[in-house]
C-alpha cells in the first residue's frame, strides 16, 4: 500500500486484518517509527486498535522502503494524495509513486491499483511510467479501484462498503481483487478501467451537488420565510429523493468533495465542455464561507474589533483533517472583516494552529472559548456541541449573537433564552 494515511492506512490495515500480508509504505521514517509501534499518525475512530494488532501479528508492516516490499507484492495499491493543481488533480505524487514501483517490480507478475482518485485518463499515464522504468522481465496490469471512505468513519467504510469498484482490462488482475475483496461481503462493480475512474469523480460530484443543492434552497427560505427543515421532510419522503444526506449549512468541504468537483470542472473544460454544472457549484460553493461572515457581520453591524467564537474546525466530526476545511474558510473570512477570532475544536486544534497560526486565539473547551465573545457561531457538528448548557454560554457571553450554521438547536428554545439566532434556511 503506497501512501499510509486516511485512505492508506485504513485499507492497509483492514486488508492484513483479514489475513494478507500487508506492507504501508510512507516517506516519512519518524511517522513509520510510530506506526511499527502502533502509533497512528491521524485520529480514525477504531484505527489504531486495528493497527496495533495487526503491527504486532506481523501482518501490517510499516516501511519508507519500497524495495522491502513491492518485488514481494502480488497487489501494489497507489493511495498517494491528490491535492487540488492548478487545472485540476495534481498528480505528482501519483505519478512519483508509479515510478518508485516501476523500479522495484518483481520479474513476473504484479497488479497495480490506482486506489487514489485520479482524472480517467491516468490508469493509461500510470501504465507508461511503469513501461518506462520497469526492469526486463516485470509484467503487469493496471487497475482502477477508487476508495470511497468518509474520514471519521474510515474503519466502519472500509469493513462494511456499499461496494468495491474493479475497473480492468485484465481477467487475471480482475479475478485477483475479485478475490482479495471478497471477504468483505459486498457488492462488487466490474466495469472498465475509464469507467471505474468516472464513477469516483460521479459518486463525489453528487453527493457534493446535494448539499450545494440544499444550500441554495436554504438561501430561498431565508428570503420567503420558509423553513428548510420543512422543506427536507417535504421533498424527501417523496421515494426518488430520500430523506438522507441533506447537511444544510456553510457548504462542502473536507479534503475530497472540493478538489474533486474542481477537478471535474477542470476534466469537463478541457474536453470542451465549459458551461458545464460543476464550474457553477464549485464557485457557489467557494462563497458560501463569506456568505456566512456577512450574515454574521450584519447582524453585529460590523465585526470590527469583535470577538467571535468558532466551534469546529474540521469540516465534519470524528476528525483531526483540516484539508478543505469549511471553519477555517469562515474564520478567514471573519478576519478579513476586521473580527478577532477565538476557536475550539476537540480534535483538529493543533493542525488548525498549523495552518493559522496565531491569527485565532484557541481554547480548550466551548465555556471558556464563550467568556465575553459577541457572538458564537457553530459550525461543525460534534456531539457535544448540540448538548451544550445554552443558558451558561448565554450568561458568559458578551453579546448575544448565536448562529447555528448546521440547526442543531430548536430556535424555540434558543430565542427564549435571549439569543439573537441566526440558523440557516430557517
Ligand atoms: P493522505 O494525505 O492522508 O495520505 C497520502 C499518503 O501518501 C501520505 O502518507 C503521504 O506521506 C504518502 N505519500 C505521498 N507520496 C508518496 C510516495 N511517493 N511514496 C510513498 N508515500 C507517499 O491522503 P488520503 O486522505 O489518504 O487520500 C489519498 C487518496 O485517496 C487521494 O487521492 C484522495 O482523494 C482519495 N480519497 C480520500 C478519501 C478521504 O476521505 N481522505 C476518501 C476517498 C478517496
Known amino acids: 500500500m503506497i501512501g499510509a494515511g486516511y485512505v492508506g492506512l485504513t485499507s492497509g490495515a483492514v486488508f492484513a486484518d483479514l489475513g494478507n500480508t500487508v506492507w504501508v509504505v510512507r516517506r516519512d521514517a519518524g511517522k513509520i517509527e510510530k506506526l511499527k509501534k502502533g502509533i497512528i499518525p491521524i485520529h480514525e475512530?477504531?484505527?489504531?486498535?486495528?493497527?496495533?494488532?495487526?503491527?504486532?501479528?506481523?501482518?501490517?508492516?510499516?516501511?519508507?522502503?519500497?524495495?522491502?516490499?513491492?518485488?514481494?507484492?502480488?497487489?501494489?495499491?497507489?493511495?498517494?494524495?491528490?491535492?487540488?493543481?492548478?487545472?485540476?488533480?495534481d498528480l505528482t505524487q501519483v505519478y512519483t509513486a508509479a515510478a518508485e514501483i516501476a523500479r522495484n517490480l518483481k520479474s513476473g507478475y504484479t497488479v497495480v491499483v490506482d486506489k487514489s482518485t485520479v482524472p480517467p485518463g491516468t490508469a493509461d499515464e500510470v501504465t507508461a511510467?511503469?513501461?518506462?522504468?520497469?526492469?526486463?522481465?516485470?509484467?503487469?496490469?493496471?487497475?482502477?479501484?477508487?476508495?470511497?471512505?468518509?474520514?471519521?468513519?474510515a474503519v466502519e467504510d472500509t469493513t462494511k462498503p456499499n461496494r468495491v469498484v474493479i475497473g480492468s482490462a485484465s481477467k487475471k488482475a480482475t479475478v485477483l481483487l475479485v478475490k482479495l475483496h471478497t471477504p468483505l461481503k459486498c457488492p462488487i462493480v466490474i466495469t472498465n478501467v475509464r469507467s471505474a475512474e468516472v464513477i469516483k469523480?460521479?459518486?463525489?460530484?453528487?453527493?457534493?451537488?446535494?448539499?450545494?443543492?440544499?444550500?441554495?434552497?436554504?438561501?430561498?427560505?431565508?428570503?420567503?420565510?420558509?423553513?428548510?427543515?420543512?422543506?427536507?421532510?417535504?421533498?424527501?419522503?417523496?421515494?426518488?429523493?430520500?430523506?438522507?444526506?441533506?447537511?444544510?449549512g456553510m457548504g462542502y468541504g473536507g479534503y475530497c468533495f472540493p478538489k474533486d468537483v474542481k477537478a471535474l470542472a477542470?476534466?469537463?473544460?478541457?474536453?470542451?465542455?465549459?458551461?458545464?454544472?460543476?464550474?457553477?457549484?464549485?464557485?457557489?460553493?467557494?462563497?458560501?464561507?463569506?456568505?456566512?461572515?456577512?450574515?454574521t457581520e450584519k447582524a453585529l453591524g460590523s465585526l470590527k474589533g469583535k470577538t467571535i467564537g468558532v466551534l469546529g474546525l474540521s469540516s465534519r466530526p470524528d476528525t483531526d483533517d483540516i484539508r478543505g476545511s469549511v471553519p477555517v474558510n469562515f474564520i478567514?473570512?471573519?478576519?478579513?472583516?476586521?473580527?478577532?477570532?477565538?476557536?475550539?475544536?476537540?480534535?483538529?486544534?493543533?493542525?488548525?494552529?498549523?495552518?493559522?497560526?496565531?491569527?485565532?486565539?484557541?481554547?480548550?473547551?466551548?465555556?471558556?472559548?464563550a467568556k465575553g465573545v459577541d457572538g458564537l457561531c457553530v459550525v461543525t457538528e460534534w456531539p457535544h456541541f448540540k448538548k451544550l448548557d445554552l443558558t451558561k454560554i448565554r450568561k458568559l457571553m458578551k453579546g448575544k449573537l448565536l448562529l447555528d450554521s448546521k440547526n442543531v438547536y430548536s430556535p424555540e428554545r434558543v430565542r427564549k433564552l435571549g439569543f439573537t439566532y441566526l440558523p440557516t434556511g430557517r
Not at 55 to 70: D, H
Not at 140 to 147: A, G, H, K, L, T
Request: aromatic share 10%; with cysteine; net charge positive.
Open 129 to 153: 511510467i511503469l513501461n518506462k522504468y520497469k526492469k526486463k522481465g516485470a509484467k503487469f496490469d493496471v487497475v482502477s479501484s477508487p476508495e470511497f471512505l468518509r474520514q471519521g468513519n
Open 266 to 295: 477542470a476534466l469537463f473544460d478541457k474536453v470542451g465542455e465549459r458551461d458545464n454544472l460543476f464550474r457553477k457549484l464549485d464557485q457557489l460553493n467557494d462563497d458560501r464561507a463569506e456568505r456566512f461572515a456577512k450574515k
Open 332 to 369: 478567514r473570512e471573519l478576519l478579513k472583516l476586521g473580527a478577532k477570532v477565538r476557536a475550539h475544536d476537540p480534535m483538529a486544534q493543533e493542525n488548525a494552529r498549523r495552518e493559522m497560526g496565531d491569527t485565532v486565539a484557541y481554547f480548550p473547551d466551548p465555556y471558556s472559548l
Open 201 to 248: 469523480y460521479t459518486a463525489n460530484a453528487y453527493l457534493s451537488m446535494r448539499i450545494g443543492f440544499i444550500d441554495q434552497i436554504a438561501n430561498l427560505c431565508e428570503k420567503m420565510g420558509a423553513d428548510i427543515n420543512d422543506i427536507i421532510r417535504g421533498i424527501g419522503l417523496d421515494k426518488r429523493i430520500g430523506l438522507h444526506y441533506w447537511w444544510v
Open 45 to 89: 475512530p477504531g484505527l489504531a486498535a486495528i493497527v496495533k494488532r495487526n503491527v504486532k501479528a506481523g501482518r501490517l508492516i510499516p516501511t519508507t522502503k519500497y524495495e522491502e516490499c513491492v518485488p514481494f507484492a502480488d497487489v501494489v495499491f497507489i493511495a498517494v494524495g491528490t491535492p487540488d493543481g492548478k487545472n485540476g488533480a
